[in-house]
């Protein structure tokens, strides 16, 4: 990422990139999270994804949502860590979800059916993806890319779970973890939400919402930022 | 064996909106009222405060102020040939649980119904011809009229503060205001909120029609209100995070800020969370009420003799209760026979979407939950339907309420699902895109309905509450209709781009559309036909009372809470007035 | 303070503002070289307040809405030209880090409550929902309170209850300043008068000519010299009427999922 005062370029998309790399490169005041700037990230520590499943996810993600000249992907973005967090915790264990059978397919329109719980669900799936195709992570961007089209389209059987489920679930949550609150482990520095222009979880526009057009740039704010401007991450999912 | 406590006069069922209500006019008149609500107290400080409540995460998709499924949910089928199976999330339709209800994480859209819509049958026959609908849609007049509920609807209003602009007062025609409302006795409470830029552009496009644009009625504050309970709402401050969430600024009408402060210090209101009511208890006779069984925050079997039971939970938990009480004769989808359960309605929703130049800041985030700008041209019956084949109508508006990412990212159509292209299209549209809200009405059809199922049950082993739903073809035509007429606005708005489509079946549970569920617990001036009377008591059990949106006979084009608002207040005032003085069947 | 007192600041607020220094240096008797402030003076610390905020008290100073002897005379005098100068100049510096005051010798918990909090009883949302974490401002309209005076942040309390302050549209500060006990003032100006104040990240690298070379994007809680975080002006609607045909949106609006079968 640049630092500096970066002359601004004439298209608009790399000007947007500019602007998020120049805020993420300012000093301490804006500390980034526990990973050092600039630097490529540490390993990952997972609480739930064992190296195989991670590798399969990590693979997966960077195609989901890429790293381009828009800005971050979901990689360098946390979003493994905020699927990690969110399996290993209380919505991977089924909060929330009614779990009494009997289970039937069911239509469409009658939503998700499955016994598995999230965590459940992650696991079965990629389990059979490794067994059957180990090699994802090597392919090339385009072999990759065909293959999720399978998984989002075919009704390949991954142990259980529908190829299609399993990849709406891999979907939303890879969106989830872009776009929510950088505590939760993804949307690393407000990274996606400087790109679009989200202003986070302080918001009062009283006074600009009828200024029509107005060009809002304050950046993001997180709702577990401190005043000096860290992100802590909650570390314990809270009960919802 | 459950243990029994002592009598008190009225025991509530539920304590959001109509809880709250009942409490306090019932209170108010002398009486000993027990409210038990199934989910826990919440108060503005501190469970709603930010930044905290302002996680996308956790309150949007989580949907930590809503009913938990683990316990308990509904099930569903499109039709009676399916097996129902159960909703194991929510997704398409959000009802709350806590202290408050709904009405916490509601956006605050107010409106009143038509005549048209509370005279339904006699309407169209009248208009249209006795042969103008097939018979499979079981539409019925209400019982009572526009005249009845003014004073009711005009209360509710000045209770929440609503800001807004009258269209029409006493039949005097106020441009700039909704001028095809009925007529109201006097202005809005306080102004109409600000207007956002794609709410500004939606108005000028359809002025450039001939339509009529107006101010979206709010429930929340445009400037601080004292409401005649002596309560004081703040200023909202467009956070942008309204429907779903708490209001942190005392900026949205809820019973937390309209009415629980008071009500909570009477010594004669008895609040109870975590009480899940199993029950209404009837004597042997069956048509006197004595109380409620329930299950308390310990598990423990209580039950609540009272004189007078209101039941007044989320709609569709209103009709559960019945049918779980053995209260009204269930209906028979193929005999058509019976009451509890028939009539269930929904809302038919359809979006248009208009993509701008990049230059174009709409800032979706700069919103509250009810600052839009509207035309009810095709709400209704404001229209003549004699040349289109169906009945009901849609309002039109730019009411966005939020730009919240995870939930909003509009694309254009073609734009692929995943990958930098998409990536690069949520990067190009997120601040550039306004959307139009086609918001239609839902007519009763007797394909339509609610019972218990046979199989599922909640975690106090009662069976499940079975929707059976799809979008009558009525609606699919309406839909398409108002859709188009919503398309040719958009067009007119200024964008690069416009994109919508009209709302077709089948129903699905699994995108959210919204929270306007009714029916089920008619009411009506027939018997044989409906389950509550006119002042909303059951016809089989005069001690109980059942008030919410399971009394609409079918849903209307507006948004359904300003009619629940006014049918508490209605029904409060026959308990008060009527019912007190003489206990007893109101309607023989 | 006493007539007098005041009489003396007036003679010599007068005289400074007359005075042919530039702009920043005028303001600087009472609020420090750098903006800092001096407590004794009563002056607050200014430096890296947003700019529209600085600029509509010297406005609101002006014409009356906000009541006070001392600036009242100086901002009078200012035209407003002169006004958003000073404001964008203020807005602009990074004063050092002032001693945090002492957190005074028994300090009650009621100051950080209210500020993160707030009161249910007394109908007061928390501060922090609007002036931003930690109290360090946000949106670059909304001031930070972190490391003002104490007897500053108790001035301008009593200003909104008083009814001599009336800077806030929304009317927020207005209900909020009448709701709250003098005790209930003096707690939260000891806790914020406690904090350090917020670094200003945009004034750490030097001052561009025009300032339309910036970046518009600062650090977290602070604002850059230029701008607010929001430039006003009417946008264009652009672009002419595309194709539009109605394409295969999903027809419930722009949220929902896909197909929403998910766990």
């Not at chain 1, 860590?81 to 399996?87: G, M, N, S, T």
């Not at chain 2, 009913?67 to 199976?85: C, I, P, Q, V």
């Not at chain 2, 209360?155 to 205001?177: M, Q, S, T, V």
């Not at chain 2, 007519?443 to 975690?459: E, G, K, V």
Request: a positive charge; one cysteine or more.
């Amino acid at each position: 990422m640049s630092k500096g005062n970066a002359p601004q370029p004439p298209d608009p998309a790399r000007r947007r990139f500019f602007q998020a790399a120049g805020a993420a490169a300012l000093p301490a005041a804006l500390p980034l999270s526990s990973h050092a700037q600039g630097a490529k990230p540490a390993a990952r520590a997972y609480l739930f994804f064992n190296p195989a499943e991670a590798a399969f996810i990590e693979a997966a993600l960077a195609r989901l949502i890429p790293k381009d000249e828009t800005g971050p992907g979901a990689l360098e973005a946390g979003v493994p860590e905020y699927i990690d967090r969110q399996l290993a915790g209380a919505w991977g264990a089924g909060e929330r979800l009614y779990r009494s059978g009997p289970w039937h397919p069911g239509t469409p329109s009658q939503g998700y059916q499955l016994p598995f719980t999230p965590a459940e669900l992650f696991r079965t799936a990629i389990r059979k993806i490794n067994e059957t195709n180990a090699g994802f992570a090597k392919l090339a961007a385009q072999g990759q890319d065909a293959y999720l089209d399978s998984l989002q389209k075919g009704n390949v059987d991954l142990g259980g779970v529908p190829s299609k489920v399993f990849f709406e679930s891999l979907l939303e949550a890879s969106v989830e973890g872009f776009f929510g609150d950088p505590a939760y482990g993804g949307n690393r520095d407000m990274a996606a939400w400087r790109m679009v222009g989200f202003p986070g979880a302080y918001a009062d526009f009283y006074e600009l919402v009828d200024r029509h057009g107005v060009a809002f740039n304050a950046p993001p704010t997180s709702l577990a930022q401190d005043a000096r401007g860290n992100v802590h991450l909650l570390h314990h999912q809270r009960k919802t | 064996m459950a243990a029994r406590l002592p009598s008190t006069d009225v025991v509530l069922l539920g304590a959001g909106l109509v809880g709250t209500i009942l409490g306090r006019e019932l209170t108010r008149a002398g009486l000993n009222v027990v409210a038990l609500e199934r989910g826990e107290p919440r108060s503005t400080v501190p469970d709603f405060q930010g930044p905290a409540m302002h996680d996308e995460l956790r309150y949007s998709v989580r949907k930590a102020l809503m009913m938990d499924t683990a316990k308990e949910t509904y099930t569903f089928r499109n039709s009676g040939g399916e097996t129902a199976l159960p909703l194991r999330r929510l997704q398409g339709f959000l009802p709350g649980s806590g202290v408050g209800g709904s009405m916490v994480h509601w956006n605050g859209q107010t409106y009143r119904f038509h005549e048209a819509d509370l005279r339904m049958r006699t309407k169209i026959d009248e208009r249209y011809g006795k042969d103008f609908l097939p018979a499979e849609y079981t539409i019925q007049d209400w019982g009572v009229g526009y005249a009845d509920l003014e004073p009711h609807y005009d209360r509710f209003e000045y209770l929440l503060g609503i800001a807004g602009k009258a269209g029409n007062l006493l039949g005097k025609k106020i441009p700039g205001g909704n001028v095809l409302e009925e007529q109201r006795a006097r202005e809005y409470p306080t102004r109409p909120q600000k207007e956002p830029y794609g709410s500004a552009m939606f108005r000028k496009a359809a002025e450039g029609l001939g339509y009529h644009p107006f101010p979206q009625p709010s429930a929340n504050m445009s400037e601080p209100y004292t409401n005649p309970e002596g309560l004081t709402l703040k200023t909202c401050m467009f956070c942008g995070y309204c429907e779903r969430y708490g209001c942190e600024h005392y900026a949205k009408s809820s019973p937390q800020t309209v009415l629980l402060p008071v009500l909570l210090k009477d010594p004669k209101f008895k609040l109870r969370t975590h009480c899940q009511v199993q029950k209404i208890n009837l004597d042997k006779s069956g048509r006197n009420a004595t109380g409620v069984t329930y299950v308390d925050a310990q598990g423990r079997e209580l039950e609540q003799p009272a004189k007078l039971v209101i039941v007044g939970l989320y709609a569709l938990n209103n009709v559960r209760m019945l049918l779980l009480s053995k209260i009204g004769a269930p209906y028979d989808p193929a005999t058509g026979k019976g009451v509890v359960g028939k009539n269930y309605a929904y809302q038919t929703m359809s979006a248009v979407q208009v993509f701008y130049d990049e230059k174009v800041n709409i800032n979706p985030f700069m919103r509250s939950g009810a600052n839009g700008t509207l035309i009810a041209d095709f709400v209704a019956d404001n229209f003549d339907h004699s040349k289109l084949g169906f009945a009901g109508g849609a309002y039109i508006g730019e009411i966005m309420t939020h730009g919240r990412p995870i939930e909003f990212h509009p694309t254009p159509p073609g734009t692929p699902a995943w990958g930098s292209e998409w990536k690069k299209a949520v990067v190009r549209h997120y601040n550039h895109t306004a959307s139009l809200n086609v918001h239609g009405s839902s007519i009763a059809s007797r394909r339509n309905y609610l019972d218990l199922d046979p199989t599922y049950r909640d975690a106090w082993g009662q069976p499940l509450l079975r929707m059976t739903f799809d979008f009558p073809e009525n609606d699919v035509k309406m839909s398409a209709y108002v859709t188009e007429r919503a398309t040719e606005i958009a067009k007119a708005m200024g964008g690069q781009r416009v994109a919508g489509a009209p709302r077709k079946g089948p129903y699905t549970t699994t995108q959210y559309q919204t929270t306007h569920n009714t029916g089920g617990a008619i009411m009506g001036n027939d018997r044989l036909t409906s389950a509550v009377n006119r002042y909303l008591q059951s016809w089989d059990v005069p001690n109980v009372f059942v008030i919410g949106a399971s009394a609409y006979p079918q849903n209307a084009s507006y948004n359904p809470t300003g009619t629940v608002g006014a049918l508490a207040y209605w029904a409060a005032d026959a308990l008060v007035n009527k019912y007190l003085k003489s206990p007893g069947p109101l309607v023989t | 303070m006493s007539t007098q007192l005041a009489w003396s600041f007036l003679i010599v607020a007068v005289f400074i503002a007359f005075s042919a220094e530039g702009q920043d240096a005028g303001c600087a008797g009472c609020h420090g070289a750098q903006g800092e402030g001096n407590a004794q003076l009563g002056a607050p610390r200014i430096a890296g307040q947003p700019q529209p905020y600085l600029e509509r008290q010297l406005a609101a100073y002006a014409d009356g809405r906000r009541d006070n002897p001392v600036m009242g005379p100086i901002a009078k005098n200012l035209a407003p030209e002169k006004r958003s100068q000073i404001a964008a100049y203020f807005a602009g510096l990074s004063a050092p880090a002032a001693k945090a005051e002492p957190a005074s010798s028994s300090p009650s918990p009621r100051g950080k409550t209210l500020a993160t909090r707030g009161d249910e009883a007394l109908k007061v949302q928390a501060c922090e929902n609007c002036h931003g974490p930690g109290g360090t401002g946000q949106s670059g309209l909304t001031p930070y309170l972190a490391g003002l005076h104490s007897k500053y942040l108790e001035a301008a309390l009593n200003e909104w209850k008083g009814g001599q302050r009336n800077t806030d549209p929304s009317l927020h500060m207005t209900l909020i300043g009448k709701s709250l006990t003098d005790a209930d003032i003096k707690a939260l100006a000891a806790y914020y008068g406690s904090q350090p104040p917020p670094v200003n990240v945009a004034a750490a690298k030097p001052p561009a000519a025009t300032g339309r070379d910036q970046p518009t994007r600062a650090g977290a809680g602070t604002t850059p010299a230029q701008g607010i975080g929001a430039s006003g002006g009417e946008a264009t609607t652009g672009g002419s009427q595309g194709p539009g045909g109605g394409g295969a949106a999903s027809g419930a609006g722009a949220s929902g999922s896909k197909s929403g079968a998910t766990p």
